[in-house]
């Protein structure tokens, strides 16, 4: 990754411009490292690779001024050139995401993130051009007690991953 990032523009935008992470779901944007698992979940690996999707563009993100107690919300949208072999093959031209997102503290002790993504693009190799579509909903339940956060936890994650366009 190698990006600039303005935070906190007029509007509640944001702008990104570089190599990034794409805000696929919400596991597509961690560095291996950080993750509490061993590796990416299988679906991540079978549509995206081992690396997930990382590519070259912009990104525009808008923070809601709107929630407060009723949560908070962003949406995101990324033009990136393809550059992901699984997903996209051999092809180099610009691919679209989207990806909005709410988190609800429910507690002094328990957050609910939700999320859905949509990425679309143009799989090209020597046999086969296709119109390629990824869509994610993810959901993430966290419970961390503020006097105990470095003893106890619980984070319960899940999503549904799924590619159409398939050879």
Known sequence: EG??????????VGL???RFYQQLGQI???HPHAFLFQSRPLPHLAFLGEEGLGQTG?????????GGGAGTYEATVEVTRSE????WGTNTRPSVLGHVNGFWQMGRATDLDLGVSWVRGRFEDAEHVLDRNVYSAEASLTWRPPE???Y???NLRGGVLV???LL
Do not use: I, M, Q, T
Not at 6 to 11: E, H, K, N, R, T
Not at 58 to 66: E, G, I, N
């Open 148 to 150: 105990r956060a470095k």
């Open 3 to 12: 990006y600039v990032e303005w935070v906190g523009l007029p509007g509640g």
């Open 28 to 30: 597509n944007r961690w």
């Open 152 to 154: 106890r936890g619980f």
């Open 163 to 165: 590619l159409d366009g």
């Open 58 to 66: 912009v990104s525009l993100r808008w923070l809601a001024p709107f």
């Open 84 to 87: 992901n072999e699984p997903l």
């Open 16 to 18: 990104k411009l570089g």
